[in-house]
């Protein structure tokens, strides 16, 4: 069982970074592929990244690549997203997730065990 809860989202000028954070409250380890997810306000939810669970195998959006920098640390039970070179188009809501199978996207999202999500806003 996983409770995951992000933290990390605030208000940042364009050009700004941030680091957001992904912990399973439940104190149970993470071992599964972890991904971070947003959605812009009034478009749908998008990938953003993945890691696998031992971290060696990671994925971008192509949106993102080169500014953002995912990874986790296992004995601390955390997964970290670094945010760099934001812009207006990164605002939206980052969401935490994790899920069984499926690399970079979950084999079915019906598995996804998903955070509540934390707000990034980029003001041009």
């Known amino acids: 069982q996983v409770q995951l809860v992000e933290s990390g989202g605030g208000l940042v000028q364009a050009g700004g970074s941030l680091r957001l954070s992904c912990r399973n409250s439940?104190?149970?380890?993470?071992?599964?592929?972890v991904g971070w997810f947003r959605q812009p306000p009034r478009k749908e939810r998008e990938f953003v990244a993945a890691i696998s669970g031992s971290g060696r195998i990671i994925k971008y959006a192509d949106s993102v690549k080169g500014r953002f920098t995912i990874s986790r640390d296992n004995a601390a039970n955390t997964i970290d997203l670094q945010v760099n070179i934001l812009n207006p188009e990164d605002t939206a809501v980052y969401y935490c997730?994790?899920?069984?199978?499926?690399?970079?996207?979950?084999?079915?999202?019906?598995?996804?065990?998903w955070g509540k999500g934390t707000l990034v806003t980029v003001s041009s």
């Open positions: 997730a994790t899920w069984p199978a499926g690399f970079p996207l979950p084999r079915d999202f019906g598995e996804v065990s």
């Open positions: 439940l104190h149970t380890s993470l071992r599964d592929t």
